[in-house]
């Protein structure tokens, strides 16, 4: 192989028949002259049954798992997993570990892991807590972990170290770990957070400073791309299972019942689509990726009256970024940011509620009961399930051998069902998004016979000249992950 490309963050290899690696950063890419030591895992007991202790160093992950005869081999990731030498002796790692953004299922178990995995595999002792996100650096108290500490934390939900949005001054964050000697940080959370990682990373870079900086990504919205899922992805369909149980008891109970449940999902709609699928009570399902309208033929209101008609009731599930144009368009609301500089969005779900009610009084066609359900923040503070809980121990090992081998401006997560590590560019470049073009969709469609909304105005959005198949003129359909 040879090293064809080289930045800050990303380390670029090509080999035969189309092979490329997209490298993580190493420390002796600035601090070339750093010595190594073996890893202590071949001297722990637990690992005394284990074949192969450590995973090869030029074992790498496919990004692309399905691949045509003639086709190149294409993008690969470096395989997660203990090295057989590390850059660190147990007895100098200072870590410290940080929670930013908003709440997920599965937090307290990546912090219990990380914890856990640094004492018990490598004999690290030295580990803190930042608290209250990227802001407790420079502003907060430090939280001292140890495994007794975090023994039982994974039952609980939330983030024992608090979390906070904003707060990515560089120079202070890194001020702070350089003056308390910090030498090994994790940091878990979102898009937002990890693109701080990555600035925090460069900014290590720049002084030259020994600190491996590992970032594990969450997001409940499952939107993180290149990796399978994020982590409380699993719980929050599982939970969302319960409001939408509820809805459809409620619906089901009364003549002409409409049960509407909101759930997260700002500009991906993976999980009101799995918790649809998984539920086989949802009528309609509505994302931000599939565009919808309400009025005239082949429109949400037709469709409702079509359904109620049918079966008496219905069940409609809303991510919370669906059809967010046209509640602005009908609230002429302003544009507000968090603190993360995420847009504030209306409540799709309370508006919906509303128009249904409006239509159906003011064209008194059916005499409707709606209740609407929103179970955002319960679904947020429960703790992960098992399969989570699982997930969460693999990502958190996974980062802790990444940042003992000296890897560093990375983020951890399985691609194709191997643990990888990912450069921080790969994660932050674009999100990733349910695909309607895509069988899982259709799958939905299929479930629920709903309309697809594609074409609320044929005569509008579709046109045919002599020479040209018929075009529909809908700028969400484009695939985002091509």
């Known amino acids: 192989m040879e090293n064809s490309g080289r930045d800050s963050q990303i380390k670029i290899v090509n080999g035969e028949a189309g092979y490329v690696l997209e490298d993580v950063p190493h420390l002796t890419d600035y601090l070339p002259d750093l010595p190594t030591y073996q890893n202590p895992l071949q001297d722990n007991p637990a690992y005394t049954t284990v074949k192969q202790y450590f995973v090869n160093t030029d074992d790498t992950v496919a990004q692309k798992?399905?691949?045509?005869?003639?086709?190149?081999?294409?993008?690969?990731?470096?395989?997660?997993?203990?090295?057989?030498?590390?850059?660190?002796?147990?007895?100098?790692?200072?870590?410290?570990?940080?929670?930013?953004?908003?709440l997920c299922p599965g937090l307290n178990t990546v912090i219990r892991e990380i914890v856990c995995g640094l004492y018990h595999m490598y004999?690290?002792?030295?580990?803190?807590?930042?608290?209250?996100?990227?802001?407790?650096?420079?502003?907060?108290?430090?939280?001292?972990?140890?495994?007794?500490?975090?023994?039982?934390?994974?039952k609980r939900g939330?983030?024992?170290?608090?979390?906070?949005?904003?707060?990515?001054?560089?120079?202070?964050i890194v001020d702070s770990i350089q003056d308390r000697g910090i030498n090994q940080v994790f940091i878990i959370g979102g898009d937002g957070t990890q693109k701080g990682a990555a600035v925090i990373y460069e900014e290590i870079q720049r002084r030259g400073l020994k600190v491996a900086i590992a970032g594990i990504p969450k997001t409940i919205d499952?939107?993180?791309?290149?990796?399978?899922?994020?982590?409380?992805?699993?719980?929050?369909?599982?939970?969302?299972?319960?409001?939408?149980?509820?809805?459809?008891?409620?619906?089901?109970?009364?003549?002409?019942?409409?049960?509407?449940?909101?759930?997260?999902?700002?500009?991906?709609?993976?999980?009101?689509?799995?918790?649809?699928?998984?539920s086989r009570d949802v009528d309609c399902c509505l994302i931000p990726e599939s565009p919808f309208y309400l009025e005239g033929h082949g429109g949400l209101f037709e469709f409702i009256e079509d359904r109620l008609k049918e079966n008496g009731h219905m069940v409609i599930v809303t991510a919370e970024g669906a059809g967010q144009d046209l509640v602005t368009k009908s609230l002429q609301s302003i544009d507000q940011q968090d603190d993360s500089g995420n847009k504030l969005f209306q409540d799709v779900g309370f508006w919906l509620s509303q128009k249904i009610k409006e239509h159906f009084?003011?064209?008194?066609?059916?005499?409707?009961?709606?209740?609407?359900?929103?179970?955002?923040?319960?679904?947020?503070?429960?703790?992960?399930?098992?399969?989570d809980n699982v997930y969460s121990t693999l990502l958190a090992h996974s980062a802790v051998h990444g940042a003992m081998a000296g890897f560093t401006g990375f983020t951890v997560g399985p691609v194709n069902g191997r643990h990888s590590y990912i450069p921080f560019k790969r994660i932050n470049e674009k999100q990733n998004k349910v695909?309607?073009?895509?069988?899982?969709?259709?799958?939905?469609l299929s479930s629920t016979n709903q309309p697809s909304f594609m074409n609320p105005n044929v005569a509008a959005t579709t046109r045919v000249n002599?020479?040209?198949?018929?075009?529909?003129?809908?700028?969400?359909?484009?695939d985002t992950n091509q």
């Open 361 to 387: 009084t003011k064209e008194n066609k059916l005499n409707i009961t709606l209740k609407y359900i929103d179970p955002t923040y319960m679904i947020r503070a429960v703790p992960g399930n098992a399969s």
């Open 435 to 444: 695909i309607i073009t895509d069988r899982m969709w259709a799958r939905l």
């Open 466 to 478: 002599k020479d040209e198949e018929p075009t529909t003129d809908i700028g969400n359909l484009k």
């Open 123 to 154: 004999g690290v002792s030295k580990v803190i807590g930042i608290d209250g996100g990227y802001k407790g650096f420079y502003s907060k108290n430090t939280v001292p972990l140890t495994p007794k500490v975090v023994n039982d934390i994974h």
């Open 65 to 102: 798992i399905v691949v045509h005869e003639d086709g190149p081999r294409g993008i690969h990731f470096r395989r997660a997993g203990p090295r057989q030498k590390v850059y660190f002796e147990p007895d100098d790692v200072y870590a410290c570990i940080v929670t930013c953004g908003g």
């Open 158 to 172: 939330g983030t024992i170290l608090g979390t906070s949005r904003g707060g990515h001054d560089k120079s202070k």
């Open 222 to 278: 499952n939107d993180i791309p290149v990796i399978d899922k994020s982590f409380g992805f699993d719980t929050a369909v599982e939970e969302a299972q319960r409001a939408i149980n509820a809805a459809h008891v409620e619906a089901g109970s009364v003549e002409n019942g409409i049960g509407v449940v909101k759930l997260m999902g700002r500009n991906s709609g993976f999980i009101a689509q799995y918790a649809t699928l998984a």
